[in-house]
């Protein structure tokens, strides 16, 4: 029993000037709502129990928890709650344990990240971008201000693309470029990937043939995050750089064409990457990604790899292929193309996962350096800046 609950049922208001947020203790459950970002979210018990933070429940020095659940009963409920000031409360549990919370960190390791999945990314098409431009950030204050990498991140957020500018023309900068991220990720194309027409490489961007816009390393389980193209020496003419928001050609699909969308959501299919006596690689996964909430996570969409639908029902083959052609009308769909042609003092970064990318054909000798960053460090260093 709750010896301090009033007809089963308390709420403590603690109201700080920046998160304004509401705590419930009731029977079997505690609550947390925040009135600025009009979320709540309820939680067991034994949930903020395991969220202690006192020196027998959390190693400071290792920076660790250190709880072991199994000897903490599901029944685990308070005895006595008393506020301690306007953002902390303390928590005396039916076993005798005391616990101390502080509401910001609370918010933070729940309503937050539920915060987060519902911010809304600016979808675009070629007039809605072209009127905003690709957002540019300056080499050397992105280099050495937090606050120009936070809205540099915070832009790919937004946008899925930056471009940053006053760069020097040679390979060692892009390094310098990732490392306010985080490492490089490394691939079977190696960790910095120097892209020519000297066929250097068995695929097609190693020619100067145009490329049609798609995503990279569409069959591997971790693709790349965020790309970065920095192009050391332009072509005589053409290898213009084309971009295409997959997330807002997504949403076409889904409003135009609904259960092609729902086919593309919901079939696995296999992406692979094959090589004879070289490589193997392969992901079942769908074209459309959305997370639990609806919201778009990734674009599998690359028309020069192979999709195996071997393991799929005759009808959901047709339904593919059908669903696949409507996706890639609008994909290809003029409206929906940007292209920019960079140049050698330009860096341009763009999220894997939602930006199609592609190259107009050129003649002469054309020299572009790609790296990728994973996704997990791209979104710990936005975490980390608060974005």
Known sequence: MLKNLRNKFLSLCHVTRRLHIE???????????SKISKTSHKYPYLWLRDNCKCSKCYNYVADEIDIDLSKI?????????????????????????????DL????????????????????????????LGVPKFNYIDYLSNDLTLRSSLESIKIYGAVIIEGVNANSNEI?????????????????????????SFKDRAYTNLSLKAHTDTVYLKNSAGIEIFHVLKPAESGGESLLVDGFYCAQQLKENYPNDFEILRKLNVEFNFLKEGVYDLRHHGPVIELDKLGNFVQI???????????????????DYYKAMRNFSKIIQNESNEYWISLRQDQVL??????????????????????????RDDYLSKANVLGI
């Open 73 to 101: 009963s599901d029944n685990i409920r308070p005895s006595k709650i008393e506020s301690i000031d306007q953002k902390t409360f303390s928590v005396l549990w039916n076993d005798g344990h005391e616990s101390q919370y």
């Open 300 to 318: 599998r969409f690359n028309p020069y790899h192979k999709v195996n639908l071997d393991h799929l029902p005759f009808n959901d083959i047709c």
């Open 175 to 199: 390094s310098n470029l990732c490392k306010r991220i985080g490492p490089i990720q490394n691939s079977h194309f190696g960790a910095d990937c120097i892209v020519t027409n000297s066929l």
């Open 104 to 131: 910001e960190i609370l918010y933070n390791f729940s309503l937050k990240s539920l915060h987060q999945l519902k911010n809304s990314k600016k979808l675009w098409n070629k007039d809605i971008i072209g009127k």
């Open 349 to 374: 970064l763009f999220d894997n996962f939602r930006i199609l990318h592609g190259r107009a054909a050129f003649t002469g000798h054309r020299t572009l350096i790609t790296v990728y960053i994973s």
């Open 23 to 33: 705590t419930k203790f009731g029977k079997n459950s505690f609550q947390i709502i």
